[in-house]
């Protein structure tokens, strides 16, 4: 979606001289499919790991 922006400012008389249409920026870089399965591999090993790490504490922990 295309936004309009001010590429230029004039600070002396406070408004801007220069407009132009741009691409509206996003709050997450645009990414392939395979960056995809990336990243959700690392989140999907992270919370693997910590699991694992949970696990191992109650198992290793004395029982009192």
Known sequence: MKVLACIEYDTQASSCTVQAWVDQPSLLPTMTVEE??????????IATAAWG??????YLSPKT
């Open 53 to 58: 790490f949970r696990f191992l504490s109650r």
């Open 36 to 45: 995809g399965l990336v990243v959700s591999g690392y989140f999907i090993a």
